[in-house]
């Protein structure tokens, strides 16, 4: 007492400020656009939307169910469904999305709709440099600029990604087993007369490239 | 002041002066209009709203779930405690059970939470009291690895997200456990390090010692929770009294003050943080197996029976309640935050009044408030 | 503790003209609650507060609900006993209707911690409360003039320039912005 | 003095004093960081070196406001009337062996008297202003100033009393010999000017607004205090005052405490004399910024508390204790300078413990807090 803890205060402060030059517990400073931290694999910054294949229309998994669109806590997500049909990985012809537009003025970031999304379609970035200049055209991303490929979903999440597509995988042969077996079990009574063969051409069936990734 | 008219008669006038919003102190979202007698305080009334957005009105269009992000942002500095009152409340309401090891990832992430509200809010305070931010500085290193620990649960260092009806949305990821033990092993040190800058100082105690005395009475009446309440010597902790999670199993210990000043409220919390280590020591070293979340629970599409529910749970700044109606349909009828920051602030002018201008500034900050919970 | 019937019961004898119902909760927690008469609301609540074996000295939560359907407001107390450590006891007050008749009687000279929460309960629903020290508009502006929380209050058309506009928002925008501004055509032109 | 020398003077000091104003701030910042676990500004030049420019050019730049409500006049020369008298402080200062503006027999006299001037300059600033927090800054300001200034003189008469002069330059002589053959004989290294020394600092800190005494500013409470309603070029001439202001009474600590510009121990007297006076100098204004990194504001009515009933009749006591070394300089038995330094420290430490503990209202015990299962 009497002035002995405000010495003990200026020994902590001094002890601090040598601690700066040779301790990297006392300069905790990131510097940074030098510098950079990893960002953990979990990390969510912004939706995007996941295709496979090359194509972003064609690959893209997105069926329009409108389920994250109502999910969306701040509604910031915009589905208008497509008249057209296109087929999914399994061959099954699903809806998709004439507009998808995702307001990330308004959107928050909590990942809900990629935790909602049941065909795997919608999933978190984690790029976080969004700022622009220009408020008017860069905010309400469309579609064609929220189409990520597979890979770069495996880049982000690798453990979540090898999860889907071994899922997905699965799917697939399952449903080409039950194709086969219909076939089959058309095949037995009358003349084959499939309509739908599957979609072979289509899905250039990820498995092997991610058992490399996920390793 | 002193205003000499034209008769050279001396006369007292009182200075009334808005402090905020625009106040460094208020951080732009919170005004109080004193009337000082020179710089004696004789009446204060604290003026609320910049920061209101109808949480509540909001929560109500929305589904159960899409409110859960919305609760991280009550009180933005304490995401994890927020998501588990809501998520209690639904449980409740909906009648979901938890599964033991979610009930324990709950509560290590809740006292994580604890510690960086506690150990910032010390640093707030001395920062009010004009320490230039150097406790702040060194709460904040602290806070940043906890934080680390956050994202690499849930993918966001503040707004979590986390949790869910009937357990946790995800499981720990490996090595989480171990990085959470080292820092529970590192924070004792470093509050002792805190306490050798601050709690002997004299001028800290001079500041705060006998400054802003709220007697237990009144604290009770006044709806007075958390820390706050326990610093003037009520025992009342909702984890022990509800003993809800599963806070029953651990051994811990409460601390009470004995004279609700300043400085028991802020020695109150450092004792706090201690007592939280030992529970975070405990739930580490105990944390069980099994699922994080009851696979029975519904994630959308919740539709509650009929009914009513008051959940509540013991945040860091006191007792945080939803009290949820459901009429059977998708959304809440009713959504009502229960938000103690508002109401501890309640006595403000009673804890204030003779003091001086430096003095509210410092009574405020051991109050202990985030705007974000106070406006909703 | 006693059971809430016991407590309807003693409440009764100890204040004869208390008019007290039990209103059911029928979800999993049990958590029913007392609907007080406006009349006699302050006399329950003192005896509530002080009676040796209820000794319900903290009021934790008030809040106002909006009954659309039934057409009344009402406010809910949660009351816990901090001396005692038991509680949940849950008070409820009905208004006449939700235009005219909406006075309530303040239970803030009973609880202090009611002070800040009728205020809100006032400005976002409209019930008056009757004896409360202080009842000003807290959250929203002293200018502002409906209630907020009421189930059928309509958001003022107050449009304000939105760069990214779409669902209703759009609808608005275009409303408001017959000469749509550059970003909305292309919005429009999609 | 030539004309010619005297403006050379002018212009070094002028300089000097304004570069180490550049750089003292960009120090200050740099060390408030290293003490706070960050680099402080390091991006403007290599290491942050050129901060100091780029806050003056923000500061020339940005829009001078002048409240519609206030006295245009004085709002307008305050901070030329805090600024200017302070140059004059350093008229008077030796900052090395026969380097000094101006020889006045008076000189500390003078140096109080012009340092004086700083608060009218406050006071103008707080009340032209018309803003209850600049009113509410000026007044403390002045309350604080006012009540500093007698423990910052009184604390000084001991070195006047012991080296027999008013002139900076005498007192400086004074401290020029060295004991035992080596160490210095500055009045640091006895009783009454160690604890003068203490007394000095902690009044020079209130006196020129430095934290823990930064009241009249304190931004948790008055926002900025006197300074609130000022911006641009104006608010940079308060900070300039302010700073120089802290120079001057360091320099004047330097010369009455730490021996001026000599070394330290007679081994290292080669040096020039200026390197000696700018070292302490620049170790003295880092204990400014140490304190400001550790130390949390008082509260008004403790700081005139602080001042009345402790410094000052510690810095009446320091002057018996002074008086008591003085007169039993003639004690020439064994051990004599270890009961006299006994003897003072007695005179100092027992007062300092009492007035310590009635300041604080009796005994500091630590609280003891009570556990709930």
Same mark, same amino acid.
């Given at each position: 007492m009497l002035g002995s803890g405000i010495i003990r205060g200026f020994? %902590?402060?001094?002890?601090?400020?040598?601690?700066?030059?040779?301790?990297?517990?006392?300069?905790?400073?990131? !510097?940074? /656009?030098? %510098?950079?931290?990893? !960002? /953990?694999?979990?990390?969510?910054?912004?939706?995007?939307?996941? *295709?496979?294949?090359?194509d972003p229309k064609a690959g893209l998994r997105c069926t329009a169910c409108t389920i994250c669109e109502q999910e969306c806590p701040p509604q910031c997500i915009y589905i208008i469904k497509d008249a057209v049909k296109k087929p999914d990985h399994i061959g099954k012809m699903q809806m998709q999305p004439k507009v998808f537009d995702i307001d990330i003025s308004v959107c928050m970031g909590c990942g809900i709709c990629a935790e909602v999304c049941p065909f795997d379609s919608i999933k978190m970035d984690q790029v976080f440099e969004l700022s622009s200049g220009e408020r008017f055209n860069t905010f309400l991303l469309h579609k064609e600029q929220l189409a990520k490929p597979n890979e770069y *979903?495996?880049?982000?999440?690798?453990?979540?990604?090898? %999860?889907?597509?071994?899922?997905?995988? %699965?799917?697939k042969i399952k449903a080409e087993a039950k194709a086969r077996a219909a076939a089959a079990a058309a095949a037995a009574p009358k003349p084959p007369s499939s309509p739908k063969p599957g979609p072979p051409p289509k899905v250039p069936a990820p498995v092997p490239e991610h058992a490399e990734v996920a390793t | 002041m002193i205003a000499i008219d034209n008769d050279t008669e001396v006369k007292q006038e009182l200075l009334e002066v808005s402090m905020g919003p625009h106040h460094p102190s208020t951080h732009g979202v919170f005004r109080m209009n004193v009337l000082l007698d020179g710089e004696t305080v004789v009446k204060l009334k604290p003026v609320f709203g910049y920061l209101h957005r109808n949480h509540e009105k909001i929560a109500e269009t929305n589904s159960y779930l899409a409110s859960i992000p919305y609760t991280d942002r009550l009180d933005y500095i304490c995401a994890m405690t927020n998501n588990w009152a809501y998520t209690l409340s639904v449980e409740k309401l909906a009648g979901i059970a938890v599964p033991p090891r979610a009930e324990y990832i709950r509560v290590i992430v809740s006292e994580l939470t604890r510690l960086i509200n506690h150990s910032c809010l010390a640093g707030f305070l001395l920062q009010d009291m004009g320490a230039l931010g150097t406790p702040l500085m060194y709460a904040f290193r602290e806070r940043e690895k906890i934080l680390d620990l956050f994202e690499a649960l849930t993918g966001s260092r503040m707004m979590h997200n986390f949790m869910r009806f009937g357990g946790c949305r995800c499981d720990l990821p490996p090595g989480w456990v171990d990085g959470a033990k080292t820092i529970v092993a590192h924070f004792g040190p470093f509050l002792d390090e805190f306490e050798a800058l601050l709690t002997g100082n004299e001028i800290l105690r001079a500041r705060t010692e006998g400054v802003g005395v709220l007697s237990g009475a009144l604290a009770v009446s006044a709806g007075v929770t958390g820390p706050m309440l326990r610093a003037s010597g009520v025992n009342y902790d909702i984890r022990k009294v509800d003993a809800y999670g599963a806070y029953g199993k651990f051994a811990f210990r409460v601390p009470l003050g004995q004279r609700g000043d300043v400085f028991d409220r802020y020695m109150v919390r450092i004792l706090e943080m201690r007592e939280s280590l030992k529970i975070l020591e405990q739930a580490l070293r105990e944390l069980p197996d099994g699922p994080v979340i009851d696979p029975k629970a519904k994630l959308r599409n919740l539709r509650p029976k009929p009914g009513e529910a008051y959940g509540r749970i013991e945040s860091p700044k006191g007792e945080l309640g939803f009290y949820l109606i459901s009429d059977g349909g998708p959304t809440p009828y009713r959504f009502r935050v229960r938000p103690p920051s508002l109401i501890n602030v309640t006595i403000l002018e009673d804890l204030c009044l003779g003091h001086s201008v430096a003095d509210v500034v410092v009574i405020l900050g051991s109050v202990d408030i985030v705007l974000g919970e106070v406006d909703r | 503790m006693e059971t809430l019937e016991q407590l309807k019961a003693r409440l009764e004898t100890a204040i004869p003209n208390a008019k007290i119902e039990i209103v059911p909760n029928p979800?999993?927690?049990?958590?029913?609650?007392?609907?007080?008469?406006?009349?006699s609301a302050r006399a329950i609540a003192h005896f509530l507060r002080d009676d040796p074996q209820l000794r319900l000295d903290y009021c934790s939560n008030v809040t106002g609900v909006d009954w659309l359907k039934a057409g009344y407001l009402e406010a809910v107390y949660h009351l816990y006993s901090v001396a005692l450590k038991h509680g949940p006891v849950i008070l409820r007050m009905r208004t006449g209707n939700r235009a005219d008749r909406v006075y309530l009687p303040s239970l803030t000279p009973v609880w202090r911690s009611c002070e800040f929460q009728e205020r809100e309960v006032y400005d976002l629903y409209g019930i008056v409360f009757q004896g409360h020290p202080?009842?000003?508009?807290?959250?929203?502006?002293?200018e502002f003039v409906d209630y907020p929380m009421r189930k059928d209050y309509v958001e003022p058309d107050d449009y304000e320039y939105d760069p990214t506009p779409h669902d209703d928002a759009l609808e608005k925008a275009r409303k408001h912005y017959p000469q749509a501004p550059a970003p909305l055509q292309t919005e429009a032109a999609q | 003095m030539s004309p010619l020398v005297a403006v050379l003077y002018i212009v070094g000091i002028m300089a000097v004093f304004g570069s180490a104003f550049a750089l003292t701030t960009i120090a200050e910042r740099k060390t408030l960081g290293r003490m706070q676990n960050r680099f402080g500004p390091n991006r403007?030049?290599? &290491?942050? $070196?050129?901060?100091? =420019?780029?806050?003056?050019?923000? =500061?020339?730049?940005?829009?001078? +406001?002048? #409240?519609?409500?206030?006295?245009?006049?004085?709002?307008? +020369?305050? #901070?030329?009337?805090?600024?200017?008298?302070?140059?004059?402080?350093f008229a008077v200062l030796p900052f090395g062996d026969h380097v000094v503006a101006a020889r006045f027999d008076a000189g500390l006299l003078f140096f109080f008297a012009i340092s004086a001037a700083s608060e009218l300059a406050v006071f103008m600033a707080g009340w032209s202003s018309q803003n209850k927090y600049s009113l509410l800054g000026a007044m403390r300001a002045i309350a604080q100033m006012i009540s500093y200034e007698v423990p910052l003189v009184l604390s000084t008469v001991t070195v006047v009393m012991m080296a027999g002069s008013l002139s900076l330059t005498d007192i400086v002589d004074a401290q020029s010999s060295y004991a035992f053959g080596w160490l210095a004989r500055w009045n640091l290294f006895t009783p009454w000017g160690l604890a003068g020394f203490g007394l000095f600092l902690i009044a020079a800190t209130a006196e020129s607004n430095r934290s823990p005494f930064d009241l009249p500013e304190g931004e948790s409470e008055i926002i900025a205090g006197y300074l609130t309603e000022y911006s641009g070029f104006k608010y940079a001439l308060f &900070?300039?005052?302010?700073?120089?202001?802290l120079f001057a009474v360091t320099g004047l600590g330097v010369t009455l405490f730490l021996g001026g510009w000599h070394a330290p121990v007679k081994a290292l007297a080669w040096a020039p004399s200026i390197f000696w006076f700018a070292a302490k100098f620049a170790a003295l204004i880092f204990v400014f910024i140490w304190?400001?990194?550790?130390? #949390?504001?008082?509260?008004?009515?403790?700081?005139?508390?602080?001042?009345?009933?402790?410094?000052? #009749?510690?810095?009446? $006591?320091? +002057?018996?204790?002074?008086?008591?070394?003085?007169?039993?300089?003639w004690w020439g038995f064994q051990g004599a300078m270890a009961t006299r330094w006994v003897l003072c420290a007695a005179i100092i430490g027992f007062p300092y413990v009492w007035l310590g503990r009635s300041l604080r209202g009796g005994s500091p015990a630590l609280r003891k807090y009570t556990y709930a299962e």
């Open positions: 020994i %902590e402060t001094a002890r601090n400020f040598a601690g700066s030059y040779c301790s990297r517990e006392r300069l905790t400073t990131i !510097q940074y /656009p030098e %510098e950079r931290l990893a !960002q /953990p694999e979990s990390a969510r910054i912004m939706p995007f939307l996941v *295709f496979d294949g090359a *979903f495996r880049k982000l999440h690798p453990s979540d990604a090898a %999860e889907t597509d071994a899922r997905r995988a %699965e799917d | - | 979800s999993p927690v049990n958590q029913p609650s007392l609907l007080l008469d406006t009349e202080d009842l000003r508009r807290i959250l929203m502006w002293d | 403007v030049g290599p &290491f942050g $070196i050129l901060q100091p =420019m780029a806050d003056a050019v923000k =500061m020339l730049t940005k829009e001078d +406001i002048v #409240p519609s409500s206030a006295d245009k006049l004085l709002h307008f +020369i305050a #901070p030329l009337v805090l600024t200017t008298p302070v140059w004059l402080n &900070f300039l005052g302010e700073y120089l202001g304190a400001r990194a550790t130390l #949390p504001r008082l509260r008004l009515d403790q700081l005139l508390a602080f001042a009345w009933r402790f410094l000052v #009749p510690l810095t009446l $006591i320091n +002057i018996a204790a002074a008086a008591a070394w003085h007169y039993s300089a």
